[in-house]
C-alpha cells in the first residue's frame, strides 16, 4: 500500500513526542481518524517504529531539551501530546505557549505545570491532562455519579477509588505477582510515596518509609485476591470532585496478596534507595552487591539470610520463607552478575527488567473500582460502585495491552475533541468538572465500549 503523505502543518496535524508503550493507540487512533502525526523521539528508530502501518504518520528525532528545535516542531502543528516522563510537561507546556499551540498530557497536574494556568490562557491555548486510566477514565466515572447525586439532593460521605495495573492471574507466576510491560523504576519509586487521605473526617498520613506494610485486602471479585494502599495525596480531591462533605476519601493502588509486604522488605533491606554507591558502578555477583548493601559479613547465604533477618520484620515464619524464597528467584544470593547502574534501586531494576517481563502469549489485566457512600435529604444510605475489569491481548499478538488501551485511547479522543472544537476552554484543564468530563466519558462509551460498569449494593 502507498503511503498516503501527510499534509503536515494543517489544523489536523499533531506533534507526538515519546514512543513509549502506551503510545501506540494514540497515534493509530488518531491516524483512524485522518489526523496528522509527526512522531517524535531521541532516538528515529524508535519513533519510525511506532510510525509502521500508519498511513497519516512520519518519524523524527527530537530532543525535547533542544528548546529552539522543540518550539520549531510544535509551531508546524495544531497540538502537541506529550507522552515523555511527566518532568518534561512544564517545559513542553511553555513551548506550546510561546507558538500557541494546544497540548494534552495524560499525568497529573504538577505545580509547574498549574503555575503556566495564566499564560496558557493568554495564549488563547487549551493545555488538557489528566487524560489516560489513573488518572484519567477514574475522573470521568467520579464526577459523574457525583454529579447526579447532587443534583438529586444527595451527598457522598465517602469515596474509596482504587486501580491497579497488573498481569492476569494465570500470568502472575513470580513472586512479586507482578510484570513489567516498561521499566519497574517508576512502579517501585511510587511504592516509596508518602499517603495521605481522609477517614472518619481527618486527616491520616501514611508515611512513605512504612507505605506498603499498610496495605490490606480488599475485595471488589471473590475471584481476585488483591490488596490496596494509599496513593499519594488524596486530600485535594475533597475540592477537585467538589465534595467537601466526604468524610472518607481515599485514591489508592491495587496489587495482589503479597505484593506490598515482598516490596516493603526490599525497601526495608535498602534495595530500594537511590544512593549511589562505588562497588555498584563495577561487574559483580549479586551475593557480593547484595552483602554490601545488606551489611552482611560475607556473602555466604548463611550470613546474608542473618542479615535479612536483623534488617527487617516478618509476620510469621510463612512469611519469611516466602520473602527468602522471593530473594533467592531474584538472584540476590547466587553469582549472577548485576548491571551495573551505580545505585541498589537501578540495579535491582535491571535485573526484574530481564525476570519479569511479559512473555509471549501472556496478557495484562487493569481493575478500577470507585466505592460511594451516598446520604439521601431522608437520611437513607446507599453504597454505589463503578467497576473496570479489562484484559489486554496475548503478548506478540500486534494488539493493545489493556493499559495501552486504556491510557493511549482517552488521550487520543481528548485531542479529537480539541481539534474538532468540542473541548474549547483555554488555561491548564482537568477532567474533573462535570461539563469536561461527561463528553468524554460518553465518546469513549459509544465509539469505544470502555466503560465502568455501576452498581448499587444497598
Not at 509502521?52 to 497540538?79: P, R, S
Not at 499478538?397 to 475533541?417: D, I, W
Request: glycine content about 8%.
Amino acid at each position: 500500500m502507498d503511503l498516503i503523505l501527510p499534509t503536515f502543518g494543517t489544523s489536523k496535524s499533531v506533534l507526538l513526542l515519546g514512543a513509549g508503550f502506551v503510545t501506540r493507540p494514540t497515534a493509530v487512533e488518531l491516524d483512524k481518524a485522518g489526523i496528522y502525526v509527526t512522531v517524535a523521539c531521541r532516538t528515529l528508530d524508535s519513533a519510525k517504529k511506532l510510525c509502521e502501518g500508519l498511513q497519516h504518520a512520519k518519524a523524527i528525532a527530537l530532543d525535547v531539551n533542544d528548546e529552539m528545535e522543540l518550539e520549531h516542531q510544535i509551531g508546524l502543528v495544531a497540538l502537541v501530546i506529550s507522552l515523555i516522563p511527566y518532568t518534561f510537561h512544564a517545559q513542553v507546556i511553555k513551548a506550546a505557549i510561546k507558538q500557541k499551540k494546544h497540548c494534552v498530557t495524560t499525568s497529573y497536574v504538577s505545580d509547574a505545570m498549574m503555575a503556566l494556568d495564566q499564560e496558557a490562557k493568554d495564549a488563547g491555548i487549551t493545555v488538557f491532562n489528566e487524560i489516560g486510566l489513573d488518572p484519567g477514565l477514574d475522573h470521568l466515572y467520579a464526577v459523574k455519579t457525583i454529579q447526579e447525586v447532587h443534583e438529586k439532593g444527595g451527598r457522598i460521605l465517602g469515596f474509596w477509588s482504587y486501580c491497579g495495573g497488573l498481569p492476569a492471574p494465570e500470568n502472575s507466576d513470580n513472586p512479586l505477582g507482578y510484570k513489567f510491560s516498561w521499566s519497574p523504576r517508576g512502579v517501585l519509586l511510587a511504592a516509596r510515596n508518602t499517603g495521605v487521605f481522609y477517614k472518619d473526617d481527618k486527616k491520616e498520613t501514611t508515611p512513605g518509609e512504612k507505605l506498603m506494610s499498610t496495605a490490606r485486602p480488599y475485595l471488589i471479585y471473590p475471584g481476585y485476591a488483591t490488596e490496596a494502599y494509599p496513593n499519594r495525596d488524596s486530600t485535594p480531591f475533597r475540592a477537585r470532585y467538589n465534595i467537601p462533605e466526604a468524610r472518607n476519601l481515599v485514591r489508592g493502588t491495587l496489587r495482589y496478596q503479597g505484593n506490598p509486604a515482598f516490596v516493603q522488605k526490599l525497601r526495608d533491606l535498602g534495595l530500594l534507595s537511590e544512593e549511589a554507591q562505588d562497588y555498584l558502578k563495577t561487574p559483580a555477583t549479586w551475593q557480593d552487591a547484595f552483602a554490601k548493601i545488606v551489611g552482611s559479613s560475607s556473602s555466604t547465604e548463611k550470613d546474608l539470610l542473618w542479615a535479612v533477618t536483623s534488617k527487617t520484620d516478618f509476620a510469621n515464619t510463612e512469611e519469611k520463607e516466602r520473602v527468602v524464597a522471593g530473594l533467592r528467584w531474584i538472584g540476590l544470593f547466587s553469582s549472577e552478575q548485576i548491571e551495573p547502574r551505580g545505585t541498589p534501586l537501578d540495579c535491582l531494576c535491571a535485573t526484574l527488567e530481564k525476570k519479569m517481563q511479559y512473555e509471549e502469549g501472556e496478557r495484562d489485566f487493569v481493575l478500577l473500582q470507585h466505592k460511594f457512600e451516598i446520604e439521601w435529604a431522608d437520611g437513607r444510605k446507599e453504597m454505589r460502585t463503578s467497576t473496570l475489569a479489562e484484559y489486554g491481548e496475548p503478548e506478540g499478538s500486534g494488539k493493545y495491552s489493556a493499559m495501552a488501551k486504556l491510557v493511549g485511547v482517552p488521550c487520543a479522543v481528548a485531542v479529537r475533541m480539541i481539534l474538532e472544537g468540542e473541548i474549547t476552554e483555554k488555561g491548564i484543564l482537568a477532567p474533573v468538572t462535570y461539563e469536561l468530563a461527561e463528553p468524554i466519558r460518553v465518546k469513549l462509551l459509544k465509539e469505544y465500549g470502555i466503560e465502568l460498569k455501576e452498581k448499587t449494593l444497598a
